[in-house]
């Protein structure tokens, strides 16, 4: 069945740019989140968040990041939205994922060792392996593939890129380094980082017989 996502990441507290796209994310089937949801890092803020995008959209999968602190995974959990170490099935496309970010030079909120992201990974694939397609949901992006930071430092995970070398993957959506925004092939999968969303960036992913994004930005 075809599918169309809404895919964003790194809102950090931006409801105003949720009304912005309150078109974009009705004519949508789904919308992904991949993490950096507060700018607060609270549960608060993230109810707030969460409580506009539901205006305008039931299905919702989400994965928190580096910047949420653990009472944002423990509310997305709550509210059914979570893919961390956890798969689901929606029009017979398999999405897994994992939060948080592997370690960092400045530290922040929810940060998981890459042995640790691999056990997540894995958990949440094989929930979903015998879907016909899969996506993995990653705030970090895989190690080398759109992850340079405006200082010319890689901030992805080796353990991301490392699933993705061995499992039969074709989207993945992940955010956290804002200036690597953009959609890059890395073997099979394709690998697309949204950007901020804070900023208006976003993608609208085509889930078909082939699997198609398009980047964009809001006005």
């Not at 949420?68 to 999405?95: A, C």
């Not at 909120?109 to 042995?115: L, P």
Request: net charge positive.
């Amino acid at each position: 069945m075809d599918m169309k996502i809404f895919a964003i990441s790194d809102i950090h507290g931006a409801t105003r740019s949720i009304e912005k796209a309150a078109h974009l994310i009705r004519e949508a089937d789904a919308v992904i989140i991949s993490g950096d949801i507060t700018h607060t890092k609270t549960r608060t803020e993230a109810k707030d968040v969460l409580a506009c995008l539901e205006q305008y959209s039931k299905r919702i999968l989400a994965v928190h990041g580096n910047w949420d602190r653990e009472e944002v995974k423990d509310f997305l959990e709550e509210k059914g939205f979570s893919l961390h170490g956890r798969g689901r099935i929606l029009d017979g496309t398999g999405f897994f994922g994992v939060g948080g970010s592997s370690p960092t030079p400045i530290p922040t909120a929810t940060v998981y060792s890459e042995e640790e992201i691999a056990r997540i990974l894995k958990t949440g694939y094989e929930q979903v392996r015998q879907a016909s397609r899969l996506v993995l949901i990653s705030h970090a992006p895989p190690r080398s593939v759109r992850d340079r930071s405006f200082i010319g430092l890689r901030g992805g995970s080796h353990s991301v890129k490392a699933f993705l070398e061995a499992h039969p993957v074709g989207l993945c959506l992940c955010g956290h380094i804002h200036e690597a925004h953009g959609i890059e092939r890395f073997q099979n999968t394709l690998v697309v980082n949204t950007g901020s969303f804070k900023k208006g960036r976003y993608a609208i992913i085509e889930i078909g017989s082939i699997i198609a994004a398009t980047p964009g930005r809001l006005g």
